[in-house]
């Protein structure tokens, strides 16, 4: 699974913090940022800052909403934008000079740690939607068709969050590795062209992380 993070802080005499939890520390810095100005400068002419903001969103809105349909969509809106957002910005931050080659600040999704965090919280979502959208629904699917499908069901349940993070682990991971070698290889032109492919590469694994889950989603609030 790689080699152990190099702790470079520990606070409190037990919270070891990593490059990893810095880096993410930095992006949930940027993005409270970001939030922030939008809410602060929000016109009803917007300029060109607020148009893009209102694209990137409208963009979400749709995409989710192709899946889960408009009223499920902007019902779960805040939980998935937010994902959606985290898991672009901590891909990204990997084609920043220097990220993922110091010990000091790496991507956050190239750490199993973060990664398998967003999966626990994914699966305490899907929960937790299931039994507010119908309590009867949410035990009968585990029976469905058949009463002795339910330990594979639940197995199922616990499978899918983990594929998610260990999906979402191992494509980060292996770009910033394989990044990482060439530049200790052929230091001019092949980082360079590996961060080109990164752009499409990263944003694909937020649409896919962000997609699964509303597929996900979208079974266990599905109408009887």
């Keep these: 699974m790689?080699?152990?993070s190099e702790v470079i802080i520990e606070l409190f005499g037990f919270l070891d913090v990593t490059g990893e939890v810095i880096g993410m520390w930095i992006i949930l810095g940027i993005i409270t940022l970001i939030s922030l100005i939008v809410k602060l400068t929000l016109k009803e002419k917007p300029g060109k800052f607020q148009n893009i903001i209102e694209t990137g969103i409208e963009y979400l809105d749709n995409f989710?909403?192709?899946t889960l349909g408009k009223k499920k969509s902007r019902k779960h809106f805040t939980f998935l934008a937010s994902l959606?957002?985290?898991i672009i910005f901590s891909n990204y931050s990997g084609l920043f000079p220097g990220m993922g080659m110091t010990e000091y600040v790496k991507a956050p999704t190239a750490s199993l740690s973060v990664t398998l965090g967003l999966?626990?919280?994914t699966f305490v979502f899907l929960q937790v939607s299931g039994l507010r959208h119908s309590v009867k629904h949410y035990f009968k699917r585990f029976v469905s068709p058949m009463f002795f499908m339910l330990p594979l069901l639940l197995l199922d349940e616990i499978i899918k969050p983990a594929s998610l993070a260990?999906?979402?682990f191992g494509n980060i991971f292996g770009e910033e590795t394989v990044t990482e070698e060439?530049?200790?290889i052929l230091p001019i032109g092949a980082p360079a062209?590996?961060?080109i492919l990164s752009l499409l590469f990263c944003a694909l694994q937020a649409v896919v992380f962000t997609m699964l889950v509303s597929i996900y989603l979208d079974e266990v609030t599905e109408e009887e």
């Design 2 to 4: 790689g080699e152990k």
């Design 64 to 66: 989710f909403g192709d």
């Design 84 to 86: 959606f957002i985290f």
């Design 119 to 121: 999966g626990v919280i």
């Design 166 to 168: 260990l999906r979402l």
């Design 182 to 184: 060439l530049y200790h």
């Design 193 to 195: 062209v590996m961060m």
